[in-house]
């Protein structure tokens, strides 16, 4: 057995005088170090119009919408204010029925503006 005598060995019968952890954030790791913790961000827009920017576009969440919509009736009624992205309505799991809300995304801040505008 190889015994390394610089190193300091607790003596029989004393306890350890740290507490010792076990598991994620016991020891200092480096997960985070370097760029790992930094995270992309939008610049922020002072409009208070209601489009929210996102990565590949504009956004605006519609509420009100009838629980027995379709995506195609959503797509049709704001279509004529520009270009539709994307297209999202989220249903209830239990009945299967639209929540109330929608989210249209358009590619550009005027079309996204004029819907909020036109709505408001």
Same mark, same amino acid.
């Given at each position: 057995m190889d ?6 060995v607790?003596?029989?019968?004393s306890r ?16 985070? %170090? ?11 827009d ?5 489009? %929210? ?5 504009w ?9 027995? %919509?379709?995506?195609?009736?959503i ?5 004529e204010?520009?270009?539709?992205k ?15 809300? %929608? ?13 909020a505008?036109?709505?408001?």
């Open positions: 015994v390394d005598y610089d190193e300091e607790p003596e029989e019968g350890p005088t740290g507490r010792r952890m076990k598991g994620r954030g016991g020891e200092e790791d480096d997960r985070y %170090a370097g760029k790992a913790g930094k995270f992309e961000r939008l610049d922020d002072d409009d208070e119009t209601g489009a %929210a920017r996102s990565i590949e576009g956004v605006i969440i519609v509420s009100g919408v009838h629980e027995e %919509a379709q995506e195609d009736d797509f049709e009624a704001f279509s204010y520009g270009d539709i994307n297209l999202h309505l989220n249903l209830d799991r239990r009945t299967g029925f639209v929540k109330g809300y %929608a989210f249209i995304e358009y590619e550009n801040k005027q079309e996204a503006f004029g819907v505008l036109a709505l408001s």
